[in-house]
């Protein structure tokens, strides 16, 4: 019973993490078909933000959500500006933008060194206690992260299924040049989606640092998840990649507290490699039509 629950605990807690970390990467594939590399400094930069506002400045650990929000928006300005502006709409754009935000990545990861220093440093957002119910004890953190990261995934898919935003994120995700003729104003939908995408990233790298520490590397190993959740769950599906991200963190709990923790992601690669056998565009991908 023990084992089963604590099982449980993990997969919930790494599932919750998973699909926060990964829905951003969706979004901005499902909408503007933009693989985003700079992912990883998104969470990061949120990270960052949390430990400035309360650790420097002084403001209370909730505030931590707050230099989330503006440390992933800010990332996502820069991403635009810098980057996706010059280059969205043109020729090459999806190999482009790939190697660009790589190269983006890198630079914020140097900047920080920099500007801050490579020291690792606590997330100030976090409380303490631990809550016990039906034999599953956990960590009053654990529940606020995995609450944190659900009411975030909600809101996302509201935003995209139910406002004025989403259904001109859906127009143009369906026909950038249709868009254009009906008044759409494309490139400043392209803006919104990706300061939207940092928030979300920056949020994720407030609540995935709770369980780590914060430095200027954080991003990439969650970087390389998000990307194994998108696939398995299909490019661009925000539904996809959090099923996705729940049935991976189950195996990989459950290999863990098994076979040891040394196995969990070679596990995890091998479940990815079986699920792209028989389903090469993921459980929830859609294949592409090209008319000639």
């Not at 983006?104 to 606590?122: E, F, Y």
Request: with cysteine; hydrophobic share 55%; glycine share 12%.
């Amino acid at each position: 019973m023990a084992t089963l629950s604590g099982i449980l605990s993990s997969a919930i807690t790494l599932g919750a993490i998973y699909a926060a970390s990964s829905v951003s990467l969706a979004l901005l594939w499902g909408s503007i078909r933009m693989l985003n590399l700079a992912h990883g400094a998104f969470i990061v930069a949120g990270a960052y933000g949390s430990v400035i506002l309360v650790t420097f400045l002084g403001l209370p650990w909730w505030c931590g959500l707050l230099g989330g929000v503006l440390g992933g928006a800010l990332g996502g300005l820069v991403v635009y500006l810098g980057l996706v502006r010059w280059v969205f709409g043109r020729p090459g754009f999806d190999l482009k933008i790939i190697i660009l935000t790589m190269a983006m990545s890198t630079i914020a990861v140097d900047m920080i060194n920099n500007l801050i220093g490579p020291r690792m440093q606590s997330q100030p957002f976090r409380v303490d206690g631990r809550f016990d119910f039906l034999g599953l004890n956990m960590p009053l953190q654990t529940l606020l992260v995995v609450a944190g990261c659900g009411a975030m995934v909600v809101a996302l898919q509201l935003i995209v299924e139910k406002t004025s935003l989403g259904r001109l994120i859906r127009a143009v995700s369906q026909d950038m040049t249709a868009a254009q003729l009906n008044g759409i104003p494309v490139q400043w939908v392209v803006l919104q989606v990706i300061i939207l995408a940092g928030v979300v990233a920056g949020l994720s790298g407030v609540f995935l640092t709770t369980f780590t520490t914060v430095y200027p590397t954080a991003g990439f190993d969650p970087l390389l998840k998000a990307l194994i959740v998108c696939v398995v769950g299909g490019l661009g599906s925000i539904p996809g990649a959090l099923i996705a991200a729940f049935l991976l963190a189950l195996i990989e709990a459950t290999v863990q507290y098994t076979l040891g923790v040394k196995w969990g992601f070679p596990v995890l690669l091998l479940s990815v490699v079986v699920v792209l056998t028989y389903f090469p565009n993921g459980l929830f991908g859609r294949q592409e039509l090209v008319r000639n």
